[in-house]
Every structure is written in C-alpha cells, then in structure tokens.
C-alpha cells in the first residue's frame, strides 16, 4: 500500500499508474491486447482515461488562471488534441456530464479531477541522484505548484553530500531508508545511472516506497504492487529523429504527409503485464499529450516530468 499523508485543502493534479512484475520483461503490448484490456486501476475507469486526465487538468487549469468560468466539451477538447467524443466519455467516468448549451465548469471540474485522482492533498517526493538531473527536477517549480513536495535529495558522491540544492542539504545514500521513515515518502524519483538505478529501486522498496518515478536509461524489475513510470529523453529524441527522416525521404519522394500517417502512438505503446498489473512508459500521445500544435507534417514532442511523478500519484 503506498503511504499517503493527510489531506490537505488544496487540489492538484495526477494520473495513472503502471507497475511491472519483477524478473518480467517490459515488451509492449499489441494495440488490440491494450484496447481490450479491463481497467486495473480499481476505480473502473479504463487505464487509458486515467492517462488522459492529467491532459486535462492542465488546460483546465489554465482556463481558470484566465479566468474561464465554463467551457464546452468542444473547446476543452481542441486544448487538449483529444475529440469531443472521447473527451465526453472520458469525463463520463467521472460523473461529470457537462450541462447542455452550457458546458464544464470550470472550477468544479477541476475539483473532480482532482479529487477521483486523490490528489487533494501533497506528496513527499525523495529524489535519489543529485546530478544535473536531479539538480533540476528539485528547483522545478512545476512539482510544488501541483501538491508534489520534494522531501529530501540522496547522493552517493563525497563530494556533492553537504550541498545545498533547492533550499534542500543533499543527504548520503546511506540515509535513504532513514529519509524515508522521517519524511513519509510516498514516490521516489531515481534520477542515477542505469548501473546504479536497479539496486537504489530495491531500496526504496524495501523501506516502503511502492511509487517511482525513472529516469534512468534502464528497465527495472520490481515486485507485483510496484509502480513505475519510465521517463527516457532519448526515445523521445529518437521518435522526432524517425519523423524528421521519413519526412525527409517524402519530400525526396514527393511525397506528402508521409511522416504525418505515423505518430508516436504507433512507436511507443504501453507495455501490459499481469493482470492488474501495467509497466508503461511515459509517452507523448497518452501521457503530456500535444499541448503544442504543429503545422503540416511538423512533429512536436513534448515530456513533462511533472506528468511523471502525477502518474504513479493514485
């Protein structure tokens, strides 16, 4: 069971959640075995829903920062490159139907997506590896704002114990089972090399944590209960580099809209293990989803890893 701190009265935002089985090989699911795959997040909301959620919090919360009171399923949708329809199920899973001729409330469905989430409250973070990365997952701002507290920063090396990042002392490895005891830590973000990654993720289990978030180029094992979500900036480097050559070899070809037929849905899907049990990386069309809206035959791939830590939040 993941630990979870006391409610607090401020909202924030998550997702969903993927685990994968220790000693299980995280090959990706065929497109049909995913589509007909039951929800397995408890709630009976279909995994791919719960993905989508975060999406839309996001363009709702930037709706109520300009200070939108309402807005239609059609509107709401183009903010978020989903279609209305799908949008409308979406929300549907929630008890939110919209009203007719009116629309969402903005507010309201802010609340509501928060609150089936189980976000209205904050979350611990321990972030293990003080490096560059890790350096700029604690000063960004974008965690505090949605009800994720960085609780303490780790690090193996000598030379980095003792600084101060963020308003925050980096701790030694030795004191991760110590930290999170003393702060409560509910997800743990592995931002170290691949070699070291596997045994921190260990770690962190055994003292407790059942929520992490990868950044190391490396797939880990973990046991039945375990959720982890894998952030790689290099697939997604690699995905824009497979859109730039076919795009290149259509406009050699003269060929239009080649790279446009194939989207990052179709080189990235999220693996499916046991069942009840899902290992998924965080991909850009069901996860950060497109955000950024390119003109014809223009690729945008975006990677928040807010979204990260959100999605394994439930």
Request: charged share 20%; proline share 5%.
């Amino acid at each position: 069971m993941s630990r979870r701190p006391a409610p607090s009265s401020r909202a924030a935002v998550a997702t969903t959640t993927g685990a994968s089985s220790r000693g299980r090989s995280n090959h990706a699911a065929s497109p049909r075995s995913r589509s007909n795959r039951a929800a397995s997040n408890g709630h009976g909301i279909p995994d791919a829903t719960v993905a989508r959620l975060p999406v839309y919090l996001r363009a709702l919360y930037a709706l109520a920062d300009h200070g939108v009171a309402t807005v239609s399923s059609e509107e709401l949708a183009a903010a978020t490159g989903v279609n209305s329809a799908k949008l409308r199920k979406d929300l549907s899973h929630l008890g939110s139907y919209g009203t007719r001729g009116v629309g969402y409330d903005v507010e309201y469905l802010v609340y509501q997506v928060s609150r089936e989430l189980g976000l209205t409250q904050d979350w611990p973070v321990l972030i293990v590896g003080a490096g560059n990365l890790g350096r700029a997952l604690a000063n960004y701002g974008g965690f505090a704002s949605r009800g994720f507290r960085i609780a303490a920063l780790v690090d193996s090396d000598p030379h980095v114990v003792g600084t101060v990042i963020a308003r925050h002392t980096v701790r030694g490895d030795a004191e991760i089972e110590q930290v999170i005891d003393q702060f409560d830590v509910s997800i743990g973000v592995i931002a170290t090399p691949a070699s070291a990654a596997q045994n921190v993720c260990d770690r962190l289990v055994a003292a407790g944590v059942t929520s992490i978030l990868n950044f190391a180029p490396v797939v880990l094992s973990v046991p039945p209960g375990v959720d982890v979500r894998k952030v790689d900036l290099s697939i997604e480097l690699q995905i824009l580099a497979f859109h730039a050559q076919r795009r290149g070899a259509g406009l050699a070809e003269g060929a239009d809209g080649l790279a446009g037929a194939i989207s990052a849905a179709d080189v990235m899907v999220p693996e499916v293990g046991a069942p009840g049990i899902a290992a998924a990386d965080i991909t850009t069309s069901d996860i950060a989803g497109p955000a950024l809206h390119g003109g014809p035959g223009l690729e945008v791939a975006e990677l928040d890893y807010r979204t990260g830590a959100q999605a394994i939040a439930t």
